[in-house]
């Protein structure tokens, strides 16, 4: 048992040394293999885990995540059980109090899909920020009604009860789409409000992106808002959503190009990446319900060297591997932005 | 052990007799000092995790005083934060469970002691006992996938039909409400308290149930006259043991309950109970007063878990001092 291990420790020893070479001869071979573990966002988690042999190759940082939601996420890293979180809703005040020097930086940029579930549609849906908010008000019940019809005078709208349905946990995505609605219509910002959870007036509530997807698979007349991955990849139909511009767009990457695109040159403060309901010069493409997605970094732990380089890498290389996973790569200005904030980083 | 051992080998001087009543003496002292400690723990446990609810909990309680409990409303947007909902969403749903699982357990337990062939009833027993051995979560997204379609689909129309004129069977049927989840919990109930149903009902003396029988009754009358008038402080304590479980049970309750914020009179809406309220939103409280009163929630939910394991021993205590007396 013994000699096994010490030959094994060996194989290992003699490995490392040759793959660390004459490059670093020197360092430790221990040094090359440092350990990283986050939580937080499912959202996010399709990109991350590409990311994970990636950073791997790169520095030597094995990273371990696990998609347990934006709440999840915050409470972890503030609890310190984990090096990073991750969510896709930026702190409140008082989460970032109890955070303690963390620092909240972009690194990804999607969108929210709104999948529904109306059989017999001839084709592709068309919704706009004001229906969809009286929706979620309760004052559109069904699928028929002059509103919606008005959008999709081509479609032979059922007469069906509609079931919007909402996540009941604590959820970035609420935040992205309640942030939306509040942004385009008055009633529901007074009447609902921008959370990570909120107290909608009518509607199904279901826990994680998967209890959302369930309910809205098996009711017909459902509607739901799940991030656009999601929806991908598990085949629903979403909605096309009518832009400032006039335009019905659709959450693909040219969609949510043209809805970062009217960012200020230079972002210095978290709440200018705002990017729902972007302005008519966006484009007719935009994409109304696009978002960021955010990690939150401690700036004083032991681990916050490893965790700079794999933010660093994440904001510029870890970019590439977005598009194929409709994650736009983040725009200039932001990465500037994001640089900014990784330099506060900086470890004990 | 073996210490003692050498020296009583060794140790020629010394009365073998008295060694042994010391080191019984050892062992007493060591089982009592275990256990005293083991008590000790579990009670300072208890205490301290009561108190540290308590403690979290303060800026809620200090927010909103004890109408909390009597308030409806759940809003983190305008922090506005009460139990109501949660409180009658956890009484009902546990209810239902209990109204619907007791029969149903008890029958089983019968058909399994009585009835049922010893071949069939083993298999049978350990079938049932299987079904609590079900991760509340895979039993949560079977609701979802599988048994609230279900409900909204068949069970809800045709009580509806049915029973319409009752309003808690008024509204549109939904696969996610107070009924999925107490139907759910019920099937998490029914294993517990048909198990020990069962146990209840084979301790039952059998030259009582021969004697009731030879004296002519029927094979009702046997159960009914005796048998369960002989386990029913058992049977209490039974069905307090599932009401425990229906009270605190969180996950799967999440899943097929709908989250609702309001009370609503028809069984078919959504609500929320204690437990699913505490699971779906403690880890993403956006400001101090939600986190707090998240846990004001748990601290409700402990009081009344312990007022119903009170009332449970006043129960079973009464029970058995009104056999006594037969």
Redesign the interface.
Known sequence: MKKALVAALGVAALVAIALVGGRAAAAPAAKTDTAITGTGSSFVFPLVSKWIPEVAKAYGINLTYSP?????G??GVTARTVDFGASDAPL?A??LA?CKGCVVIPWALSATSIPYNVPGLSGRLRLDGPTLASIYLGKITSWNAPAIKKLNPRLDLPSL?I?PV?R????GTTYNFTEYLSSVSGEFKSK?????????PT?????GSS?VA??VS??EGALTYVDVAYSLTNHFTFAAVKNRAGGYALPGLRGIKQAVSKLPKKVTALSQLKIVDPPKGAGKQAYPISTFTYVIAPTNTKSAGDVRKLVYWAVTQGQKFGPPLFFEPLPVTVQAFAYREIKKIQGV | MSTVDDTAAHGAGLAAAGLERRGLRLGDTLFRGVAVAAAAASTFLLGWIAFKVLDLAWPSIEHFGLSFVWTEA?????EQFGALTFVYGTALTSLIALVIAVPVSIGIALFLTEIAPRRLAAPIATLVELLAAIPSVVLG?WG??VF??WV?QHLEPFLQDHFGFLPIFSG?P????ILPAALVLTIMIVPITSAICRELFLRVPRDLTDGALALGSTRWEAIRGVTLTYAAPGIAAAVLLGLGRAFGEAIAV??VI????SINVSWFA?G?TLASRIA?????????LQAGSILYLAAILMAISLVTNVAAQLIVRRFEKARRAA
Do not use: C, E, H, M
Not at chain 1, 168 to 171: L, R, T
Not at chain 1, 203 to 207: D, E, Y
Not at chain 2, 174 to 177: E, I, R, Y
């Open positions: 347990t939601g934006s709440g999840a915050i409470a409140s008082d989460q109890a009860k079931t909402f009941s946990d604590s959820s609902v409000g921008n959370n990570t959870s909120v107290n909608f509607g199904v509530g279901a826990r209890g369930g309910v098996k009711t | 759940w809003d983190p947007v305008t997204l979802i996938l609230g379609p909204a549109s939904s696969q996610a409400g999440t899943q709908g989250g609702g914020n959504t929320d779906s939103q403690y880890q993403g409280a956006t400001s101090q």
